[in-house]
Nanobody, 116 residues
């Protein structure tokens, strides 16, 4: 069964850091470009946060995250990471990962709450 499982979220104070992980299983991970998304509220649309190609080329899509967020991957472990530094209140959201093609059903995501 093809699956993506996100983890690493939590409650953090403004200025803090978190590293999110997305573990892939049930398919050959390395050829896929992987993406992180966020959804700030159930009634809001899911936004594209970052993308990483099979060979490690990366893009951060939201200007507010450039310089603070880094996407990476470990093809040996089938994991995509999102390193989040200097977090602020606006980063509070549910974070999801998915592959760019043949997108899988959305997982449960991992909740990031930034609060003092």
């Amino acid at each position: 069964q093809e699956q993506l499982v996100e983890s690493g979220g939590g409650l953090v104070q403004p200025g803090g850091s978190l590293r999110l992980s997305c573990v892939a299983s049930g398919f050959t991970f390395s050829p896929y470009t992987m993406r992180w998304y966020r959804q700030q509220a159930p009634e809001k649309a899911r936004e594209l946060v970052a993308s990483i190609s099979s060979v490690g080329g990366t893009t951060i899509y939201l200007d507010s995250m450039k310089g603070r967020f880094t996407i990476s991957r470990d093809n040996a472990k089938n994991i995509t990471y999102l390193q989040m530094n200097n977090l602020n209140l606006e980063d509070t959201a549910e974070y999801y990962c998915n592959r760019i093609t043949d997108r899988l059903p959305w997982g449960q995501g991992t909740r990031v709450t930034v609060s003092s």
